[in-house]
């Protein structure tokens, strides 16, 4: 495990595998993920169709446990990556 900045969490995103990660959210929970930008290893039916579109205050990610888009806030206090 290690502590990660977003731009980090982001290109580690589409890497070939999912990556498992957690952050704490702005309420103070903590919520972890499998998450992925890897268009590869997202299912057809949910890949983006504008690749810009993940800009903003929230980094958008695929969960491939939960089958959905999910997001966190880029001013998040600590991202923690798993090897």
Avoid: H, Q
């Amino acid at each position: 495990m290690f502590d990660v900045d977003i731009e980090t969490l982001r290109k580690n995103l589409y890497s070939e595998v999912p990556i498992f990660f957690t952050f704490f959210k702005k309420d103070g929970s903590s919520r972890s993920a499998y998450g992925t930008l890897n268009e590869k290893l997202i299912p057809e039916e949910f890949r983006p169709k504008d690749s810009s579109a993940n800009v903003g205050t929230n980094l958008k990610y695929f969960d491939v446990e939960k089958n959905g888009w999910r997001s966190l806030a880029t001013d998040c206090s600590t991202v923690t990556m798993m090897e």
